[in-house]
């Protein structure tokens, strides 16, 4: 396994993440949809908006149609739990939606997913799932918190009373997690898993461990921007450098991270300077 100096990848990280989403422009070249044009472009606005832009917008064939479809569907259910949060308790409500969702969407554990196949074909993982979760968590009014570690994502939510509940939206029997001491053990196992820092990445023939351990709370917009970062790891695995280097841009509009310095420094080592900066000035603009 090939490991960076500590003081290459500081330098990768000031060198191009310098290029923040605010300072970068991405031309129709490397965008697929006038969705994802719009997003990468004014991130801040189409989230405000509506957070199914981000959500969508790392689709390569989404049309206007498709997007309205998947809102008004996502509308309907929310007002299913709307009506259902006058009538039950937080705990009853959340265990209601997370049954919900785990029957009508989370059918297909996937690998890398995206969030339009989560809900029109029922493949989901981690990540997607748990968008979906806080997303509808939002929308009623309810309080939770999102957590990342180097391969996993999962979240908690607040009830009244100081009171948790876990979601692990990959366990269809054992995912919705209500007692404080079965809460703990499961976070601890995510930490213990952390603290390998194994990836879904690989570097010659062997996985590639990331330097820096990650569990940590993230927004659900810096989530949205993860579906772009696991298509980079996908081109990475793939050799496409080119289209890493591009999607691994791209994440940078909703997502900050030590792994995408990590993942930058890796692309250096294949991709030379000249090759970035073509890139990053015929077609992702600088401002």
């Known amino acids: ?19 923040s989403a ?14 994802e044009y719009y997003v990468l472009n004014n991130t801040d606005q189409a989230w405000e908006k509506d957070p199914l832009y981000a959500f969508l917008s790392v689709e390569q064939d989404i049309s206007s149609e498709d997007i309205a479809e998947l809102k008004e569907e996502l ?36 690998p890398i997913s995206t969030f339009r196949k989560t809900l029109t074909e029922g493949t989901y993982d981690c990540l997607t799932g748990t ?20 391969v996993h994502v999962y979240l908690k939510v607040s009830l009244k009373r100081g009171k948790e509940i876990l979601i692990e939206s990959t366990d269809p029997y054992r995912g919705f997690v209500s007692n404080q001491k079965d809460i ?3 976070e601890n196992k995510y930490r213990a898993k952390a603290l390998k820092g194994d990836t879904n990445m690989t570097v010659g023939t062997q996985v590639y461990t990331y330097r820096q351990v990650l569990h940590q709370p993230v927004s659900l917009m810096e989530i949205a921007g993860l579906q772009y970062f696991n298509r980079a790891i996908q081109y990475f695995n793939q050799k496409n450098w080119r289209e890493a280097y591009i999607a691994l841009q791209k994440t940078k509009c909703f997502y900050g991270s030590s792994r995408i310095v990590e993942l930058e420094a890796l692309l250096e080592d294949r991709l030379n300077t000249k ?6 000035n015929q077609e992702i603009h600088l401002k």
């Open 275 to 280: 090759q970035m900066y073509a890139i990053l």
């Open 75 to 110: 509308a309907l259910l929310t007002e299913t739990l709307i009506e259902k949060k006058e009538t039950l308790s937080e705990q009853k409500l959340v265990a209601y939606l997370y049954k919900t969702v785990q029957k009508q969407y989370l059918k297909h554990y996937t």
């Open 22 to 35: 605010e300072g970068q422009f991405f031309s129709r070249q490397v965008t697929h949809t006038p969705l």
């Open 131 to 150: 968008m979906l979760y806080a997303y509808l968590l939002e929308q009623i009014g309810l309080e939770y918190q999102i957590y990342e570690t180097n």
């Open 1 to 19: 396994m090939k490991y960076y100096p500590l003081h290459i990848i500081t330098l990768v990280g000031i060198l191009l993440l310098g290029f």
């Open 184 to 186: 703990t053990s499961r």
